[in-house]
């Protein structure tokens, strides 16, 4: 959500600053806006919609050349996504602006006292309130960092701010809480942003900051305080991928390109996991191995496509680690009363770290004496700072909004960790384990040959455009796939799509089926005799009254041949393993299809990458 920017160097800060917010575009938003900081004059432009608004409001009527600016990308939330909601955001004499990503939720509050006390706000948002905040407070210190600390003091809620003022036209000022912002540290130069992406192109030297720090940049250095001014401890980073590593590399979407590094985001994520002797280390676990002994209970709280690497990781765990594990969407967890202890591993799975609801379930579970472990695939993210152990996936950055790299990578991360689990605890034997680890070593082959022999499921998908609704069908961890399938489908080709297991169908979900329904069924491998042939019997079933069966099941599975309208033939691998390659059609699938419906894959409507509201 909202994409932040801010630049003070050389270059010029307009070009700097566009092509930042053209970087952060993934993260998704409805309007953007910048402001240039030039011969002692703000300049500001907005437009509702997407960047090229901005852009060809900028060649109409182009700001003075400035070395200093900012941009921020809005995802609406309060006041409706038009040009005069959309950011920066100034204060009364136009000398202060500020862009704001998260909610002020004590915004109502302020706004009357500012109107009380003469302001005249003129947009509907919270952020606005903060630009006159900052004009008052600036009239007793004319110091802007001094006044955005002053200001930070009394907001609630989340927020990354950053602002600038005509009263030192050399500085950018940045906070933030429970919202994101990174520092990119260059030569001569120095920029802030939601994420490294925006800053890719010209360092991969950064900063993360901690929670209510606020951050003062000159083109010559980076001073960070607390929000009582003392000097703040940060954390410097290098960024291990490159600005290539976030353009689409010849491919049409970032999508496709996701898809298409799946083999090799796997294999980075199992890199350096496995000892010469067999035996897995996960350095960053930073969890001893005795309190993971003692650990009686694991609850997984993730939400959309990472609960269902959560749902997965349940059949794992309780399989191979033999521990009792519950899986619950982040956003629900602190709203009930979940039974948590010291003796309680708590795992969050978040792809970009800054999800809202799964950091308010990590702090919940924190507050019960939980121990905390993260799987993340942003570095310098929020989550992994704030769990007592991280497994990082190295899925690379995952620009479209729909997941799919970052998904098969937190499926090696959930399976490493249970079969950690079992190590150290002693429910496998070293040589079972070694055994599971070597299975894995062989799945980004398994998912490169699933790649290649995708073109018949982009023809069924591109034949089924105008179908109005899919449903997706599994068992055991067929289940969260078809999850995972129906969920790619709604929020890509905006079409119904629901994923139940397999097992439910005569509870209720049968009578949805008609004449022609498109049906995806995903098998499990016939090793699973009992499971496989139940699902087959469903298909059956499923048939006789008229679903277009799809069957995903493994190669030389010729029992399903006689009930499959469609028979897409993954390789065969162990159950526990199968998603990594059954997902991957479903993927193609969804991508296909919607691009078949003219929409935009990567950059879906209504949603955001990285949702950083509750
Ligand atoms: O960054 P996170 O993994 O925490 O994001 C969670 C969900 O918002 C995310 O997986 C979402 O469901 C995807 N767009 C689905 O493709």
New binding site residues.
């Given amino acids: 959500m909202c994409g932040i920017v801010g630049y003070v160097g050389a270059r010029p800060a307009l070009d700097v600053v566009v092509e930042g917010l053209a970087r952060l575009e993934y993260r998704g938003y409805d309007s953007a806006g910048v402001a240039v900081l030039a011969d002692g004059r703000l300049a500001t432009a907005k437009r509702a919609g997407k960047l090229v608004n901005l852009r060809n409001a900028l060649e109409e009527e182009p700001p003075p050349a400035g070395t200093l600016g900012m941009g921020h990308t809005r995802w609406a939330t309060h006041g409706a996504p038009n040009d005069r909601n959309a950011h920066p955001h100034t204060d009364c004499t136009g000398a202060v602006a500020v862009i704001h990503n998260g909610i002020i939720e004590n915004f109502a509050a302020l706004r009357s006292e500012l109107e009380e006390g003469g302001h005249k706000l003129s947009s509907d948002t919270d952020t606005e309130a903060v630009a006159h905040l900052l004009e008052n407070e600036l009239r007793s210190s004319g110091d802007l960092a001094e006044a955005m600390r002053r200001v930070c003091r009394r907001l609630e809620g989340a927020f990354t701010l950053v602002a600038v003022h005509t009263g030192d036209p050399d500085l950018v000022v940045g906070a933030r809480r429970n919202s994101p912002l990174v520092v990119g540290v260059g030569e001569g130069e120095n920029f802030l942003a939601s994420d490294v992406a925006a800053f890719i192109a010209h360092t991969r030297d950064a900063i993360e900051l901690g929670q209510d720090q606020v951050v003062e940049l000159r083109a010559g250095g980076v001073t960070v305080t607390d929000l009582d001014g003392r000097p703040a401890e940060t954390t410097a980073y290098h960024v291990d991928w490159d600005v290539s590593a976030a353009e689409k590399g010849g491919f049409d979407y970032f999508m496709l390109k996701e898809i298409a590094e799946q083999p090799r985001a796997v294999a980075d994520t199992l890199l350096g996991r496995i000892g010469a002797d067999g035996r897995l280390t996960l350095d960053e676990m930073r969890i001893p191995d005795q309190e993971l002994r003692e650990v009686d209970k694991i609850i997984i709280v ?5 609960y269902h690497a959560g749902l997965i990781a349940k059949y794992a765990i309780e399989h191979w680690a033999g521990l009792p594990c519950e899986v619950e969407l982040a956003s629900e967890f602190r709203y009930r009363d979940p039974i948590l202890s010291r003796s309680t591993l708590v795992i969050a ?7 809202m609801d ?1 950091l308010m379930a990590v702090r919940h579970a924190r507050e019960q004496h939980a121990k905390l472990l993260g799987i993340c695939n942003v570095n310098g993210s929020t989550l992994p700072r704030e769990c007592d152990g991280v497994l990082y996936t190295h899925a690379g950055p995952e620009i479209a ?3 799919t790299k ?1 998904f098969l990578t937190q499926l090696v991360a959930v399976y490493l960790i249970a079969l950690y689990l079992a190590q150290v605890r002693g429910t496998k034997w070293g040589d079972e384990v070694f055994a599971m680890v070597q299975l894995l070593a062989q799945m980004p082959d398994k998912v490169d040959k699933v790649l290649e022999t995708m073109e018949p499921v982009r023809e069924l998908a591109r034949s089924l455009a105008g179908e109005r609704c899919v449903l997706f069908l599994g068992r055991h961890v067929g289940f969260p796939v078809a999850l995972e399938g129906a ?2 489908l709604k ?1 890509l080709a905006y079409m119904h799509a629901e994923g139940f297991a397999a097992g439910e169908l005569k509870h209720g979900p049968i009578a949805l089926i008609e004449d022609g329904l498109p049906v995806v069924v995903v098998v499990p491998p016939r090793a699973r005799d009992v499971l496989h042939d139940k699902i087959v019997s469903n298909i059956q079933e499923i048939r006789a009254r008229g679903a277009r069966t799809i069957v995903i099941a493994e190669e030389g599975d010729t029992s399903v041949e006689p009930y499959a309208d469609t028979l897409i033939s993954v390789p065969a691998v162990p159950t526990l393993l199968q998603p990594l390659v059954t997902t991957v059609p479903l993927q193609v699938f969804a991508c296909e299809l919607a691009t078949a419906k003219g929409h935009d894959v990567d950059q879906p409507r209504n ?1 955001a ?3 950083t509201v509750e």
């Fill in positions: 993730a939400c959309g496509t990472s799975i978040s792809q970009s770290g800054e999800t799964a909004v729909a997941s970052a969920l790619k929020e949603l990458k990285s949702v």
